[in-house]
């Protein structure tokens, strides 16, 4: 069993920069893909950012403003976000899949998630 704590959630003006961070139960090591996904109210959850091996992907909404990277020393995962925007405002929660295979962005196979932390950006 892996567990997962999300944090550095926080509310933060339009234009403005957070770094979301996620630490791991176990050695990262072991896990092959980690993401970012988010859930704003009355939607459904969507995919924000993945990395796995050596590659990283993004959703169209937040590449260029995103940046997701791991710490594997650190057993942890990070969401470096900046240039917010209102529309970014939602539950971020983090995500870790064992096994290869997939799309990055089906959260039906990823195998365990993190309780979310809360991004508000105001106009």
């Known amino acids: 069993q892996v567990q997962l704590v999300a944090s550095g959630g926080g509310s933060v003006q339009a234009g403005g920069s957070l770094r979301l961070s996620c630490a791991a139960s176990?050695?990262?090591?072991?896990?092959?893909?980690m993401a970012w996904f988010r859930q704003a109210p009355g939607k459904g959850r969507e995919g924000v950012a993945a990395?796995?091996?050596?590659?990283?992907y993004y959703s169209g909404f937040v590449k260029g403003r995103f940046s997701i990277s791991r710490d594997n020393a650190k057993n942890m995962l990070y969401l470096q976000m900046s240039s917010l925007k209102p529309e970014d405002t939602a539950v971020y929660y983090c995500?870790?899949?064992?096994?290869?295979?997939?799309?990055?962005?089906?959260?039906?196979?990823?195998?365990?998630w993190g309780q979310g932390t809360q991004v508000t950006v105001s106009s």
């Open positions: 995500a870790a899949k064992m096994g290869y295979g997939g799309s990055a962005f089906d959260d039906r196979t990823y195998d365990y």
């Open positions: 176990t050695y990262t090591t072991t896990i092959y893909t």
């Open positions: 990395i796995g091996g050596s590659m990283t």
